[in-house]
């Protein structure tokens, strides 16, 4: 389905400031045009060239902004397409190595559905991450959810290990999915914690705001009332790449550039109940 264009605006909240802010650009715009009307012509004109050297800087500095913010997204996005396949390894060999009993299956299926739901909690911050603890059966006094998820995971197959439900060479292969887990998580927090450094976020502003600030006044004497609308357009693509690339460098959140992870934590949902519904009849019942 084709949106129009006031639809396609109203979808994404980022755009429609972005467009505001182009379009107070081109408002500001005016003021050198109505200047050349008065006996003040040419009074605060910059050269042309400036720009043009201006243009060159800033389209680096914007280049390598976005660069960096997208790598951190899909990144972020690397990791959970990993989770998603940790979960459905894990499940497969839960279900299929070994003679787990039927309740510890049902049990492990539970931590690892709640897992991602938990690690997305994790990264947003949320106090609700608690409620996963209590979902799973264990204590709401740890701080870090997911690696309490994982510790429970393991005390499993550490039991299972024991009552001899598998063997070495299973808790070997079982260990090395399970393992993947806390890593994702720490992958994910890196990314979470370590953002871009922020005197270069603040010297990319200034040079933006710089050229946004002195382009109508250095075009107004070769463009007239065409500066207004020029302007604006210039606005809108460098400050939407500004804004874009900000609201991307940290993937986790709710804004329409971030990841889906609620889409993420159904697809995992939806892959361990299909795994875990037909375990096979060498699980012991």
Known sequence: MVLS?????????TLSYVLTLALL???????????EMTSYRGLGDTPPELHAALSLVVGWLLVFRTNTAHARWWEARTLWGALVNASRNLGLKLTRLGTIPAEDLAYSRLLLTEFPIALK??????????????????PTDQPHVPLAISTALYQQI???????????????????????????????????RTRIIGSYRVFARQCV???????PWGIVQDFGWWTAPLT???????LGMEIVAEHVEE????????????????TIDQSLASIFSAPPSSVVN
């Open 5 to 13: 264009l006031h639809e396609y605006l109203r979808s994404g909240r």
């Open 25 to 35: 650009a081109g408002l500001y715009a005016c003021l050198p045009i109505l200047k």
């Open 121 to 138: 909690m994790h990264l947003r911050g949320e106090a609700s991450s608690q409620q996963v603890l209590q979902a799973c059966g264990l």
């Open 158 to 192: 550490g039991t299972w290990r024991k009552n001899g439900a598998i063997d070495g060479d299973e808790l070997r292969v079982i260990d090395a999915e399970l393992a993947k887990l806390m890593e994702i998580c720490g992958g994910c927090e890196r990314i979470q």
């Open 209 to 215: 705001l710089l050229f946004l600030v002195t382009l």
């Open 232 to 238: 604006a357009l210039t606005a809108y693509f460098m």
């Open 251 to 266: 993937p986790f959140g709710y804004d329409d550039d971030d990841l889906d992870l609620d889409s993420l934590c159904r």
